[in-house]
């Protein structure tokens, strides 16, 4: 079998990358969960983690960013954000969810009771200028493209609006 295209080939260029709950469960919906991914984000940068460009959803994110480590740092991101989500989930007695998360799990995890993202990021590596403007239309679109708002900027979770010179609720790199 040939290698994936789903894999990082190295630290030299940023990539495009998606983030997804398991089985598209809507987790992302109260601003307690998005603050958890927004304050680890924001803790990356503070380590040299570059980010380009966001998008959170329900149950997905969309990220350009750059790393010394990407595949070391994508994976710290996702192994404390699953673990402040899941704790969030259950102070909050939230059932329902976290029965879902136990329930597709994968059964070769054995070493939790809960699950929150599917495996991998599905990287793609951006190569030029012009397909790193295309990732950042696409992520700063989704919400728009859902019917979620009329222009990228009315998204709350969005680096949209700091590509248009308004403050967003996380810095990002837009001098590229």
């Not at 190295?10 to 990539?15: L, T």
């Not at 380009?52 to 996702?78: G, T, W």
């Not at 709350?156 to 308004?166: L, M, P």
Request: with cysteine; hydrophobic share 35%; charged share 25%.
């Amino acid at each position: 079998m040939g290698r994936s295209r789903y894999t990082f080939h190295g630290n030299e260029y940023p990539y495009f990358m998606t983030c997804t709950v398991l089985h598209w469960i809507p987790i992302f919906t109260r601003p307690e969960t998005v603050d958890i991914l927004l304050s680890s984000l924001r803790f990356l940068i503070r380590e040299g983690f570059v980010l380009y460009a966001y998008v959170i959803l329900e149950n997905h994110l969309h990220i350009v960013a750059y790393s010394k480590d990407i595949s070391r740092d994508i994976a710290r991101f996702k192994s404390f954000t699953a673990g402040q989500v899941i704790n969030y989930l259950k102070e909050k007695h939230v059932k329902t969810i976290l029965d879902q998360l136990e329930f597709y799990m994968k059964s070769y995890k054995t070493d939790r009771k809960n699950q929150l993202w599917e495996e991998g990021v599905h990287p793609e590596m951006i190569q030029n200028y012009e397909m790193l403007r295309q990732k950042i239309d696409y992520i700063h679109n989704n919400p728009v493209k859902r019917g979620f708002v009329d222009l990228p900027e009315h998204w709350k979770y969005s680096s949209a609006r700091n590509y248009v010179k308004q403050k967003g609720l996380i810095d990002v790199f837009t001098d590229w």
